[in-house]
């Protein structure tokens, strides 16, 4: 039985194989969740849903797509906003 600590389901179960053959249960913490656009709220796409520490060893490029509003709206709202602005 692992530690009252450990038994929150706040913690993701990972079954891992010991080299004695039986698994044993560790205990991690859940990822962040997805970026999602700000306008639709959709999951937006080429952005990897990290930890800050692995974030911050990570390339801006490798963060969020590079075309405007990438990291920040999805592509089709994008497009939407770029029609807005120019129809103005
Ligand atoms: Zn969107």
Known sequence: ???PRLRSRS????????????????FKKRKPES???GSCGDVLKGTPR?????????????????????????SRCMRQEIIKKVRQ
Do not use: D, S, W
Not at 60 to 72: A, D, F, N
């Open 1 to 3: 039985m692992p530690a």
């Open 35 to 37: 970026a999602v656009c």
């Open 50 to 74: 990290e930890f800050p520490f692995r974030m911050r060893g990570m390339a801006k490029t490798k963060k969020r797509p590079e075309r405007p509003y990438g990291g920040v709206l999805c």
């Open 11 to 26: 913690l993701r179960k990972i079954f891992r194989k010991v080299p004695g053959g039986r698994t044993n249960v560790h």
